[in-house]
Structure formats: structure tokens, C-alpha cells
């Protein structure tokens, strides 16, 4: 077996005897890739939730004490939204499964490593199992959704309506300051008699046809 993992492989290291204790020494690696990968995308979503430059944030962290061969090769593809498989979400989650149940067997709080296997779930939920398990920043990346057709063809309704709307408004009030330019003519001024001196024969029939026009606008006839 060995010829196969040196070609396979950068380094081989003998763990032990016992089978099983190499598988367990490869998780555990794999909870520190996972994390920090998972660390990774949440910074880079603090960073984007502040309106700074991203690109800067990994320029930053290659003078970080914890930047590392992982966040080198990861960060990049992260912020470009590559996520071309090189060590699949659904083999990580695996892994992260497996580390949480030794973990409970023995009694151990793996807080880290069951936030890191939630967000790989999150996306097997979502159909990115065989994307690159860097895709869990794909959660904190959002790119601008594209407006839909149906999106312009709603606002090109809203503007003539909106225009209706305005140009109704606009006829109503003009209609009403129409009636209220038209002055109340008060009964007492329609039958009012000339002061002084006795009507004369014009004057009684002014007056009478007067009380006609008024009584016929008082009872609606036209």
C-alpha cells in the first residue's frame, strides 16, 4: 500500500499500528481545514456587511499569524465565487459527521466542528454537495439578483397608473375650485325690493319673476 500513497500522496506518515488511527489523524486535520474555511466566509461576509474592499481583507491576512496554505488557495476562489471542486462539500461533511459522533462517544463538546458540519448540510440541502467546500461562503456572498422581465414590465404598469392617478386628482380639483367659484346667491337678494319711494310696475314684475327663478332653482327644475 505504501508505493500507492506515496504517489498519491506529498507525505506519508506512519500513525500506528491499529487500524483506524491514520483515518482518525486525517479528521482531525480535516476539522481545522473545515473551521477555518467556515471562519473564513464569515469574515469576509463582516467585511462585505461594512462596505470594505474584500480584496483588502485578504491582502491583510497574508501577514495574519493564522493565514495558512488553505486560506491561500481558498480565499481567492471564495471572493470570485469559484467553488470547482477540489475537496468536495459532501466528502467534508462526511467527515465532519464522523468527528461529531466520536466526539459524543467520548464525550466531547465540539462546538466548531458541529457549526462547520450545519453549514456544509445547509448546502448539500441546497444541491452544492459535489461543489468545493469552500462553497459555504456562497451563504454570505450574495450576488446581486438580475431584474426579471416581469420586474420592468411591472414598472412600465405602475408609471401610467401612477400618471392616471395624478392627472384624476388634478381634474378634481379643478372641478371643485369651479364650484367654489361660483357665489351663493342668497334668497334675500334675489326678492329684494329698492329702498325709497313705491315700486313701480317694472319693478313688480322684476320682482315676481325673480321669485319664480328662485322658487324653480329651490325645487330642482331646470
Known amino acids: ?6 504517489a498519491s500522496s506529498k507525505e506519508v506518515i506512519e500513525i500506528g499500528p491499529k ?3 491514520a483515518s482518525a489523524i486525517k479528521i482531525a486535520t480535516n476539522m481545522i481545514t473545515a473551521a477555518s474555511v467556515q471562519a473564513a466566509a464569515e469574515a469576509l461576509a463582516l467585511v462585505q456587511a461594512l462596505d470594505l474592499p474584500l480584496e483588502k481583507f485578504i491582502e491583510a491576512m497574508r501577514s495574519n499569524a493564522s493565514h495558512s496554505t488553505t486560506l491561500a488557495m481558498k480565499l481567492p476562489k471564495m471572493l470570485s465565487r469559484d467553488f470547482e471542486p477540489h475537496f468536495s462539500a459532501k466528502h467534508m461533511l462526511k467527515d465532519m459527521q464522523i468527528a461529531n459522533q466520536i466526539g459524543l462517544s467520548n464525550y466531547l463538546d465540539l462546538g466548531v466542528t458541529a457549526a462547520a458540519r450545519d453549514q456544509l ?3 448539500m440541502h441546497w444541491g ?8 459555504v461562503a456562497r451563504k454570505y456572498l450574495h ?6 422581465g416581469a420586474e420592468l414590465q411591472l414598472d412600465d404598469q405602475e408609471g401610467p397608473a401612477g ?3 395624478s392627472i384624476a386628482s388634478s381634474t ?11 357665489p ?7 326678492v329684494d325690493v329698492p329702498s325709497g319711494g313705491a315700486a313701480n310696475e317694472t319693478t313688480r314684475l322684476r320682482r315676481g319673476f325673480l321669485k319664480q327663478l328662485f322658487s324653480r332653482l329651490s325645487s330642482g327644475e331646470k
Open 19 to 21: 487500524i483506524g488511527h
Open 143 to 148: 450576488e446581486p439578483a438580475p431584474v426579471t
Open 172 to 182: 378634481e380639483r379643478e372641478t371643485q375650485s369651479e364650484q367654489d367659484a361660483i
Open 163 to 165: 400618471t392616471g392617478e
Open 1 to 6: 500500500a505504501r508505493p500507492i500513497l506515496e
Open 121 to 123: 448540510l445547509e448546502q
Open 128 to 135: 452544492h454537495g459535489d461543489d468545493d467546500y469552500s462553497v
Open 184 to 190: 351663493e346667491v342668497s334668497p334675500a337678494a334675489l
